[in-house]
């Protein structure tokens, strides 16, 4: 394993998802059911999907270097621009993102067992996260660096960090860090991994 590409992997899907609905998603849940039994939900939806997502990668890894780096830019460009897009309205509609969340978590009825939290948890992050911004950038990490092992350790970690920051302290973190700021900060470290990827083409 490459611990450069895991650090490199884990701090990227990190920032990109902490402003994400992953992270009110994760909060919801965990005060509807036993944090414990979501956070193990939620990372089981993450290692299926970040599985799938290396896959995807490993076979595009075949093509030629020059197409593989070109589309990796790409992801990373497309990545900036939604963070951005997605920037200005983060905190106006936190609100609303919650509240759906509340009426999904609400939908598994009143049953406060291990079970309903593990099957609620994985069902609601796993549609929540399909062809979700973090799983096209786990794409192009591992159709890049040609090491879905590395880059699976890594994307899974950062993913179960940032559900970890909900469950245990994302009340407190929300009213002290705008989502908007977190936005920014992703989109700024995709465009750097953007012009880094230009600059190996080039």
């Known amino acids: 394993m490459d611990l450069a590409l895991i650090a490199l992997t884990f701090g990227t899907i990190f920032v990109v998802e902490l402003p994400d609905k992953t992270f009110l ?4 849940l965990s005060t509807r059911f036993r944090p414990l039994y979501v956070w193990i939900g939620v990372g089981c939806a993450f290692a299926v999907q970040v599985l799938i997502a290396v896959a995807l990668g490993k076979a595009l890894s075949l093509l030629p270097a020059e197409v593989v780096r070109g589309g990796a830019a790409v992801l990373f460009l497309v990545g900036a621009f939604l963070l ?3 920037a200005r309205g983060a905190d106006a509609e936190e609100a609303d993102t919650e509240a759906e969340y509340a009426a999904k978590a609400d939908a598994a009825g009143d049953r406060r067992t291990a079970w309903a939290a593990l099957a609620t948890s994985f069902l609601v992050l796993f ?3 399909w062809g979700d911004l973090s799983q096209l950038l786990v794409l192009s990490f591992s159709a890049k660096y040609d090491d879905p092992v ?9 993913l179960l960090a940032v559900s970890g920051l909900a469950v245990l302290i994302g009340r407190w973190l929300l009213a002290r860090v705008r989502l908007s700021t977190l936005h ?12 880094v990827t230009i600059y190996e083409l080039l």
Do not use: D, I, N, Q
């Open 127 to 129: 549609a929540a996260e």
């Open 150 to 158: 590395s880059v699976f350790v890594g994307a899974l970690g950062g």
């Open 84 to 86: 951005l897009r997605e």
């Open 25 to 28: 998603a994760t909060l919801v």
């Open 184 to 195: 920014y900060v992703g989109a700024g470290m995709c465009l750097l991994l953007a012009a």
